[in-house]
């Protein structure tokens, strides 16, 4: 087996195939790791393909993949994360009680916020996970534009997934204050799958860890 990674192009010709493939992979995940992802299997099965190419299109969110080669030349995609981004510093200002630092200015700090991570059991144990990050860092890094050189990343996820803390420790990330479902969701931009009317404790407990990574852009 052979793994390459790739950023998922949005204008591509054939971005349904690409959805296609990205819906697999997704619905799998959430099969597999129910509780690793804010969203469920129940909501997103029932999501059109319009949905999910909508998802590879957004012009807020890059999407990184590992695809999966075998021997006979049959490919799969087997592990994904996705940055949305630049994020202004209004919306990326944490809620008062999160303990998260206050951010700073948009001309000095770009802005990041990475979500997503996942890989298949399968084909764990080989750091595709760490692999699929440095791809979206190197990306982060060789961004062409007018951007801040230094660049922030920030993730949020559930404390019981121990795995993925330890994942990220190793890749340089430091605590950085706590958040709701809720704040996820919307700092994720799936306002989406946020309830109308009043939330419950599921939604606004305060128990989700924040971690942050600087990066420097090459230049």
Same mark, same amino acid.
């Given at each position: 087996?052979?793994?390459?990674? $790739?950023? =998922? #192009?949005?204008?591509?010709?054939? *971005?349904?195939?690409?959805?296609?493939?990205?819906?697999?992979?997704?619905? /799998?995940?959430?099969?597999?790791?129910?509780?690793?992802?804010?969203?469920?299997?129940? &909501?997103?099965?029932?999501?059109? #393909?319009? =949905?999910? *190419?909508?998802?590879?299109?957004?012009?807020?969110?890059?999407?990184?993949?590992?695809?999966?080669?075998?021997?006979?030349?049959?490919?799969?995609? @087997?592990?994904? =994360?996705?940055?949305?981004?630049? @994020? !202004?510093? /209004?919306?990326?200002? !944490?809620?008062?009680?999160?303990?998260?630092?206050?951010?700073? !200015?948009?001309?000095?700090?770009?802005?990041?916020?990475?979500?997503?991570?996942?890989?298949?059991?399968?084909?764990?144990?080989?750091?595709?996970?760490?692999?699929?990050?440095?791809?979206?860092?190197?990306?982060?890094?060789?961004?062409? +534009? /007018?951007?801040?050189?230094?660049?922030?990343?920030? *993730?949020? @996820?559930?404390?019981?997934?121990?795995?993925?803390?330890?994942? %990220?420790?190793?890749?340089?990330?430091?605590?950085? +204050? %706590?958040?709701?479902?809720?704040?996820?969701?919307?700092?994720? +931009?799936?306002?989406?799958?946020?309830?109308?009317?009043?939330? #419950?404790?599921? %939604?606004?407990?305060?128990?989700? $860890? &924040?971690?942050?990574?600087?990066?420097?852009?090459?230049?």
């Amino acid at each position: 087996m052979e793994y390459h990674f $790739i950023k =998922v #192009d949005r204008e591509e010709p054939d *971005i349904h195939t690409s959805a296609t493939k990205y819906k697999a992979l997704r619905l /799998e995940a959430l099969r597999q790791s129910p509780t690793a992802f804010s969203s469920t299997l129940e &909501v997103e099965s029932q999501f059109s #393909d319009s =949905v999910w *190419i909508s998802r590879l299109q957004n012009a807020e969110k890059e999407t990184f993949v590992c695809v999966a080669t075998a021997k006979d030349g049959q490919s799969q995609w @087997v592990g994904q =994360v996705t940055l949305r981004g630049p @994020v !202004p510093a /209004e919306e990326f200002l !944490p809620p008062a009680g999160s303990e998260q630092p206050t951010p700073a !200015p948009d001309d000095e700090v770009e802005k990041w916020q990475m979500l997503s991570l996942y890989t298949l059991p399968s084909h764990r144990g080989m750091k595709l996970g760490s692999r699929l990050c440095e791809k979206a860092f190197e990306f982060l890094r060789s961004r062409d +534009g /007018e951007g801040a050189r230094r660049i922030m990343v920030r *993730i949020m @996820v559930k404390p019981e997934n121990v795995a993925t803390l330890r994942l %990220y420790d190793g890749l340089g990330f430091e605590r950085a +204050g %706590y958040c709701t479902l809720e704040e996820a969701l919307r700092a994720n +931009g799936d306002t989406g799958l946020i309830p109308a009317g009043t939330l #419950d404790d599921h %939604y606004t407990t305060r128990s989700g $860890i &924040v971690m942050v990574l600087p990066l420097e852009r090459m230049r």
